[in-house]
């Protein structure tokens, strides 16, 4: 280490531990980095533009940091710090720039579309521990983007909930309700990530997918999602999140074929399956 | 590299050469950040929200990111790498957050106060080449802050510079101007950067200076800070910008002593000398 890196560490050794930790680590990794491409001014000056853009287009609605961090992996590194593979939970991907909290309250077998564009689509699934036992009434919480690949939130003249809702899951841990089939789309690109993404000759595209969050008393909360088997990017998803195992196969039914739940719908629609095993938390989180 | 990482590098592999290796050490290195800290879900939602704070803090009178940069050293990093230290050129320190462009022109010799509260201070100089000959004309920038430690932009109803202005050095290198005696000041601790410093410990202050911008074609151009010998805080600059060779002596007088430029002020008043070295452009920046 330089004497600017030692005494810029130093500058930390009175902070509490854990944060000692964090920020000295922070600022050896920062320098190592600035020391190692030998940056010039001019791209410290285009760094400090292109994060004061990250922020001012960040709202309410739209996260372009969360966005940032997806694109250069680092949500999925959290990730696989915090949720380890192996083992049958389910797996763990991006939390992504679109969840919202509260968002309307539904019943099992109902359709949370509520009007977003896309072919029917039946979602269903059972929610067990690692012993393999149902987990009673887990809150579930789903978002996901119409056909055109757009979430409700990214319509400025749309002030309610389409494709986004939550629901919990029976005592024997069943879970069920209608959407749209999910197809693949691009993350913005209208904002400083996309003009990332352009300059170094990165697509935008992310696989198709349903938003899962998924609490239990007692359990780890569940960040994933579940993919189609048939989506195109599943090898190039533009935010690394994909993994084999949150792949599902999404059936395609005629007009004629009785729904899962015993319906008919005039049009082709779709089932697939996603099963989940949650996490025993084994100590409280820090 | 875990496979994680070697994914998100390997999406780069496309980028023009400079971005390339810009952005696959970015990748690498945060990740390594990730990877040793074990980053918990908690903090790294923190990360998200500060920076979003530091964004939505930031508009064109405030810069929240360079501070960032400043207090975590990785202005003086940049620094480093673009003007190594040695020979008889001036050494750089960080540029600030607090630089406007297009301020007021003054003539060598005028008061650039224009308001400022502080005592009298007469600040002179030669600005010369590496063979000690003089730059002619070289265009300064000086800015500061006034003896409560404010700049003028951080007056909310102040709509005018104090403190601030632009001149031109004379045919044989010298320049000369009255300002204020520059004080010792927190740097802005109402934002994301100052609960940084509150939470690890660090104090806010910064040692008296006046800051330079110094231009000539030819010449790299200089960006720096005189500070006062007899500061407090030389030794734990907040934003680590102290180089010994830029300390300078500010001479206190009585107002029965006539001024270098021959006049009377009724009151007690400083000077300093700061003679500039400037490096000469070996090549076109990139």
């Known amino acids: 280490m330089n004497e600017l890196t030692e005494e ?20 050896r990794h920062l320098h190592a980095f600035i020391d190692e491409v030998r940056l010039t001014e001019a791209e410290w000056t285009y760094a400090i533009d292109f994060l004061t853009r990250t922020g001012h287009i960040t709202d309410d609605k739209r996260q372009e940091f969360i966005l940032l961090s997806d694109v250069l992996g680092a949500s999925m ?18 939390f992504g720039p679109f969840y ?10 109902d359709d949370i579309s509520q009007g977003a564009h896309g072919q029917p689509c039946f979602l269903s699934g059972v929610i067990r521990d690692e012993d393999g036992d149902p987990v009673p009434h887990a809150a579930i919480e789903v978002w996901q983007a119409d056909e055109d690949g757009f979430y409700d939130v990214q319509y400025a003249d749309l002030d309610r909930a389409q494709g986004r809702g939550r629901l919990v899951a029976e005592q ?8 749209v089939h999910p197809e693949a789309y691009p993350i913005p690109t209208d904002g400083p990530v996309g003009e990332l993404l352009t300059a170094t000759g990165r697509h935008p595209m992310r696989p198709a997918h349903v938003h899962f969050r998924v609490a239990a008393p007692g359990f780890d909360t569940l960040t994933t999602h579940v993919f189609t088997s048939d989506s195109e990017y ?3 998803d533009a935010v690394f999140g994909v993994k084999r195992s949150l792949i599902a196969d999404f059936r395609r039914h005629e007009p004629s074929e009785l729904t899962p739940d015993g319906r008919t719908v005039d049009v082709p629609y779709y089932t697939a399956t996603f099963d989940i095993v949650l996490a025993r938390q084994l100590h409280r989180p820090s």
């Not at 590194?77 to 991006?94: C, D, L, Q, R, Y």
């Not at 024997?172 to 959407?179: E, I, K, L, M, V």
Request: aromatic share 10%; no cysteine.
């Open 100 to 109: 919202l909290p509260d968002t309307p309250k539904f019943a099992n077998g």
């Open 234 to 236: 599943l090898d190039s």
């Open 77 to 94: 590194a959290t990730i696989k710090v915090n949720h380890p593979a192996g083992g049958t939970v389910t797996e763990s991907t991006v």
């Open 172 to 179: 024997d841990g069943r879970y069920w309700f209608w959407t």
């Open 8 to 27: 810029v560490v130093r500058s930390f050794d009175g902070a509490p531990q854990r944060l000692k930790t964090v920020t000295q680590a922070l600022v």
